[in-house]
């Protein structure tokens, strides 16, 4: 049963893989803000999945943060997602996220919840 409150927490390594130079966002050898929006959206994800009914899943539909300061390759970069309002398939998430530094990003997303078959048969 998906209720306000419920978090999780996502983790992941600075590689040179998740830095700006190599998505294409920046010049500098740093975690990149798709990397950290990605990290995000997957604590929200995470944070939801096991109260959803079988057969559903759910999609992005906004998020709007800062990131506030750099994380450097081979730091531990931590998001935690926390389900701040649900209004029938529209959840809304406060997402921060935090290196050994402090916080490095922070805001709001929110997901949609959707049926997994028929939202990929739209895709076709």
Request: proline residues 4%.
């Amino acid at each position: 049963m998906l209720t306000e409150g419920i978090k999780y927490t996502a983790t992941t390594v600075v590689t040179d893989e998740k830095c700006a130079h190599h998505v294409g966002s920046g010049a500098l050898p740093v975690f990149a803000t798709p990397s950290l929006v990605a990290l995000m959206e997957n604590a929200a994800m995470q944070a939801v999945a096991p109260s959803l009914p079988e057969g559903s899943t759910t999609v992005g539909g906004a998020i709007n943060i800062l990131h506030t300061r750099p994380s450097a390759m081979g730091q531990e970069v931590s998001a935690t997602a926390t389900l701040t309002a649900i209004e029938g398939r529209k959840l809304t998430f406060s997402v921060t996220a935090c290196d050994k530094n402090g916080i490095i990003g922070e805001g709001t997303h929110v997901r949609f919840i959707v049926d997994a078959r028929r939202f990929m048969e739209k895709v076709k």
